[in-house]
């Protein structure tokens, strides 16, 4: 795998540059942050801001679209990588899906084509199967629970180290899009009220869930999903807090509630792996420093910031009649019916696609689990907060 590194040098009496591999951006910053520099083939050399030692570029490719909650975990990211190393990481920000496409970045990343990349990790779920245990449903509440988990559990667990280094792949960091919520125009409180109801759902393991809830099960892409509705293909959605205010579904939809599904899809930051072990040892060092930081509750503060406007959009529309929360029997009920056999083809599925011993990895991060679930000052998950903020107005 070839490296994709540019970086340079500066000694008293002479100034170096070489360059390895670069990926021009599409609609980014431009490299170089206001450095002077020479370039040569499309890329930009600097003399480091004022002799500071090796600048590093770190070239991108995301799906990220910039008014999600997602984006600011990047930016976050970013941002502090940018600040702490004074400059010497510079990152070439680029349009979503202007480099790679959605599906595609996880190999751009793992061939050298970009430095790093931003994309939901079931789209390469052969690639690192580790973070599809995400996808079983009833599994995690809490956002920040489920960001801390993975993190630990892949950096830590031996299979799930192994794949990564099979896949020429450093894990940065991945976090959920939000808690599963459902909107409808009548009451959905426990599993029965599911029966029969054409739900718009996506993932395999959820549209199973769904299935053996008694659900009709519909399958339409985002953008669609509108239209569906208005047109009666579908009676009822299960979104995140995307669905009701960025897709507009509140306009559709009246009841909101979260069945205690919790989350059932990642989005994630990956680094080619030759390029992140070629960074200088000190900037290594803040590359390190800064994903802790994302993973231990960082990223998800940035991520709560732009869900909590989604929130007050969906309060204040005066269409909205309710926003609740099963209760815990009710969530028991389906949980039980359903969730040990997903389990079970979820293990066979991982082990299919190289994870060793996915049952001890599961294992493993169900305790990772267990344990950030009980620190008392855990971020907040800003989808109980929001119905918290519903039941109080």
């Not at 004074?86 to 990343?109: F, N, Y």
């Not at 020429?168 to 960091?173: K, P, T």
């Not at 393991?205 to 239209?227: C, D, H, K, S």
């Amino acid at each position: 795998m070839r490296k994709n590194i540019r970086y340079t040098v500066t000694a008293v009496l002479a100034v170096a540059a070489l360059t390895l591999s670069a990926c021009g951006g599409g609609g980014g910053e431009t490299n170089g942050g206001g450095a002077a520099g020479a370039e040569t083939d499309g890329t930009t050399t600097s003399d480091g801001g004022g002799g500071s030692g090796e600048t590093i570029t770190i070239n991108t490719a995301t799906m990220v679209q910039p008014n999600t909650p997602n984006a600011p975990v990047v930016t976050w990211f970013f941002d502090q990588l940018e600040e702490r190393s004074d400059g010497r990481i510079e990152i070439d920000r680029t349009e979503p899906e202007s480099i790679c496409k959605a599906p595609e970045i996880a190999e751009c990343v793992r061939d050298g084509r970009v430095d790093l990349g931003i994309s939901i990790s079931d789209y390469s779920a052969q690639v690192f199967p580790s973070m599809t245990v995400a996808t079983i449903p009833f599994m995690v509440e809490n956002s920040q629970a489920l960001m801390q988990s993975l993190y630990k559990v892949n950096m830590e667990n031996e299979s799930a180290r192994a794949q990564w280094e099979n896949a020429g792949i450093e894990l940065i960091g991945g976090w959920g899009p939000g808690k599963l919520i459902l909107g409808s125009n009548e009451p959905v409180n426990n599993v029965a009220d599911i029966s029969g109801v054409r739900f718009r759902v996506t993932g395999a393991m959820l549209q199973r869930a769904f299935e053996e809830g008694g659900a009709n099960v519909i399958a339409l892409p985002a953008a669609e999903t509108y239209e569906g509705i208005e047109r009666g293909i579908a009676d009822a959605v299960a979104w995140t807090m995307d669905g009701p205010v960025d897709y507009k579904l509140m306009e559709q939809l009246t009841t909101w509630t979260d069945p205690g599904v919790g989350h059932y899809t990642t989005f994630a930051i990956w680094m080619n792996k030759d390029f992140y072990d070629s960074i200088p040892d000190d900037l290594r060092a803040i590359v390190d420093e800064v994903r802790d930081e994302l993973n231990g509750g960082a990223g998800m503060e940035a991520f709560n910031a732009v869900t909590e406007t989604q929130c007050t959009s969906l309060i204040e529309f005066p269409n909205t009649e309710s926003f609740t929360a099963w209760d815990a029997a009710a969530t028991a009920e389906w949980r039980d019916a359903v969730q040990a056999d997903l389990i079970e083809e979820w293990i066979t599925q991982a082990e299919a696609d190289g994870l060793a011993d996915a049952r001890g990895y599961l294992a493993d991060y169900q305790a990772a689990l267990d344990e950030a679930s009980s620190q008392p000052d855990i971020v907040a998950d800003a989808v109980s907060a929001c119905i918290d903020r519903f039941g109080a107005n």
